[in-house]
């Protein structure tokens, strides 16, 4: 955490140490934590569920609180459990006049399997509130790209991750983003998922772009946390492949092993997509080194891409 020589006037100095602290450095892992818990106690949140209505309210609280444009993806999706309601929903920082302003993506999903008892504190959760936190950070810092924080829905399959079930949001958006003719001023697209594991082990994933995942492992060695990323590689179905498929660079930062790994378990470990996905799964730490890692890779990328 920051340290602080304002022990004494903490309460005063409070506002000028926020102010002058860079990006990474004001993200906040106890608030990032907090957000966790509030979104996991929503319980399951499939789309239509109360959950589900409850986590879009915080998403839209937080980034009006936090000065940001508001904008919504909706549609009907035709699933195999027939049309589904699909709100992707976008807060968009620093956008100027410039119609050729560079963009940069960070986004993660919101919703829950439709799965009973399922709460997915980490697989739905950590990715929720690790981008209400960017948002808490990105509304006191300035960049020259605009940064869109974007909290995809439907991501979970309906039954398998085959015959296009699944990533119902980010198909529908990065299309609309081709259709829009905006991908050229996309710059990279960041998907953070299952990122609170107490375990921490981000996987290298073998579809993502190269180039943008050795920014991120310069950003990880800068900070000490380079051990924390790519030991291991992993090809992951997400909400990243219909930006790649776009023409958008696109990482997936996922944590690919959560609990024990095993021929009796799900292939990303036993805790995944089960009820065990719970709270005492996640970690604050967790949270603050990809938080922090992230918000540096934005930074230096920013600074890449000039005024
Ligand atoms: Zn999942």
């Known amino acids: 955490m920051r340290k602080s020589l304002c022990l004494v006037l903490l309460v005063l100095c409070a506002p000028a140490l926020a102010a002058g602290a860079t990006l990474h450095e004001a993200f906040n892992a106890q608030q990032a934590y907090a957000y966790t818990v509030q979104v996991s106690a929503f319980g ?34 035709t699933t195999p459990r027939g049309p589904v309601p699909v709100h992707n929903i976008i807060g968009k920082f620093n956008v100027t006049v410039d119609p050729k302003q560079p963009i940069f993506i960070l986004a993660g999903h919101y919703d ?35 940064i869109w924080l974007v909290w995809t829905d439907l991501e979970e399959a309906i039954e398998a991750f085959t015959n296009g079930d699944g990533l119902y949001g980010s198909t529908h958006l990065a299309q609309k983003l081709a259709t829009e003719g905006l991908v050229p001023r996309v710059k990279g697209f960041f998907l953070l998922d299952m990122i609170g594991d107490k ?13 943008l995942q050795r920014v991120i492992a310069e950003a990880a060695n800068q900070l000490g946390y380079g051990g924390f990323f790519f030991r291991y590689d992993a090809d992951i179905i997400d909400d990243h492949a219909p930006f790649l498929q776009v023409g958008i660079p696109s990482v997936d930062v996922v944590d690919a092993m959560y ?37 540096l890779t934005v930074e230096l990328i920013d600074a890449r891409v000039g005024q």
């Open 44 to 77: 399951e949140r499939w789309p239509g569920s109360p959950g589900h209505q409850k986590t879009e309210d915080l998403i839209r609280e937080v980034l009006q609180k936090d000065g940001a444009k508001i904008e919504s993806d909706n549609f009907t999706a």
């Open 112 to 146: 829950t399997l439709f799965k009973k008892g399922f709460i997915g504190a980490n697989d739905g959760g950590s990715s929720t509130a690790i981008l209400l936190s960017f948002a808490d950070a990105l509304a006191r810092h300035k960049t020259n790209m605009q």
């Open 199 to 211: 375990d921490l082990s981000v996987a290298r994933e073998t579809n993502s772009s190269g180039a």
């Open 259 to 295: 609990g024990p790994i095993g021929p009796n378990y799900d292939a990303m470990g036993e805790y995944h997509h089960t009820n065990m996905d719970t709270m005492d799964k996640v970690s604050e730490r967790s949270l603050e080194i990809v938080g922090r890692t992230i918000l």
